[in-house]
């Protein structure tokens, strides 16, 4: 399978954090969501995807092409969508669309007005006067209307209302049925990914936690509960995080099949959501 997006053994050090050698590849024709707590390195990956940040170490390859030689064409290829202080504030996207449409070589003016239109964007008002979801909406129009093939957007649905989001994934799934587009998002709302993503990426504390479909994960991950004498040095191996109680424990297991060989019926096994997955990763306390 084609990987539009390659990272190997990429690092980042700032001071206090590090992303730490992430390999990541993004495959090409499906929608990849990048999930991870605040302060987990999303935003650092992204700014290394787009070439804002230089890694300190490691290899970032865009369709198959590196940065130093190829900045350009990457950068026709992709269109990078955020929210807020994207434009010019005190313009109007007529005039944002006159300053970047020549920019790209397949800028296509007919696609920009008809998503101008679609998403209901005054094309005279100040960007400053747009909301939230309309700023990123202006900002998609754009990205739509030099056919990227990859789309990439920092938290885009963070912010928007309910039906604004439903909306904006709908439009993000309608995009993706020609299979010649890939995009790669990072959210803190997981349950926009069980509707729109194929893959996830998990990232923690600046490193890479997993990259695997969301089948995958529904097969692999599962929460655990039983009693507290089921737990041992040898059966607690099968778990990433044990929460303990006095009426039993519950955990996470990332081997699902090991549990069921270890334990049998003696537990009960139940579906891990995004969310839990998370939690326990990062090994909050919770009570059973
Ligand atoms: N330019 C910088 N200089 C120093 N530290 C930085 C810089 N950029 C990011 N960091 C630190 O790197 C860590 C990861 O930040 P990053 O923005 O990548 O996280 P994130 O996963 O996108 O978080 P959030 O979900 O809260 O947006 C944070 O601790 C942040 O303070």
Do not use: C
């Amino acid at each position: 399978m084609e990987n539009v997006v390659e990272l190997k053994s990429v690092t980042k050090n700032f001071k206090g954090f590090s992303v730490e050698n992430i390999d990541l590849q993004v495959k090409k024709g499906f929608v990849t969501g990048f999930i991870g707590a605040n302060g987990a390195g999303k935003s650092t990956t992204i700014k290394m995807i787009m070439n804002l940040l230089r890694p300190d170490s490691g290899e970032v390859k865009l369709f198959g092409l590196d940065y130093t030689a190829h900045e350009k064409e990457i950068k026709e290829r992709i269109g990078f969508v955020y929210d807020s202080n994207v434009f010019f504030e005190g313009m109007n996207l007529k005039d944002i669309k006159r300053i970047v449409a020549p920019a790209y070589k397949h800028w296509d003016d007919t696609l920009f007005y008809q998503y101008t239109d679609q998403f209901k964007l005054p094309l005279y008002k100040k960007i400053k006067t747009f909301s939230k979801g309309m700023q990123m909406k202006a900002s998609l129009a754009i990205a739509l209307s030099h056919h990227a093939e990859l789309i990439i957007m920092d938290e885009p649905t963070a912010g928007l209302d309910p039906i604004f989001r439903r909306e904006l994934l709908d439009l993000l799934q309608e995009l993706m049925i020609d299979g010649n587009r890939t995009i790669f998002f990072s959210t803190h709302i997981t349950t926009d990914l069980d509707r729109i993503a194929d893959y996830i990426a998990f990232i923690q504390n600046g490193e890479l936690v997993f990259n695997q479909s969301l089948n995958d994960v529904a097969e692999n991950y599962a929460l655990v509960k039983g009693g507290m004498e089921l737990l041992d040095r040898d059966t607690e191996k099968s778990f990433v995080h044990i929460h303990r109680a006095p009426t039993g424990f519950e955990a996470l297991t990332g081997n699902i099949k090991a549990v069921k060989n270890t334990f049998g019926d003696s537990v009960v096994i139940e579906k891990a959501s995004l969310e839990d997955i998370m939690y326990y990763f990062k090994g909050g306390i919770h009570h059973v």
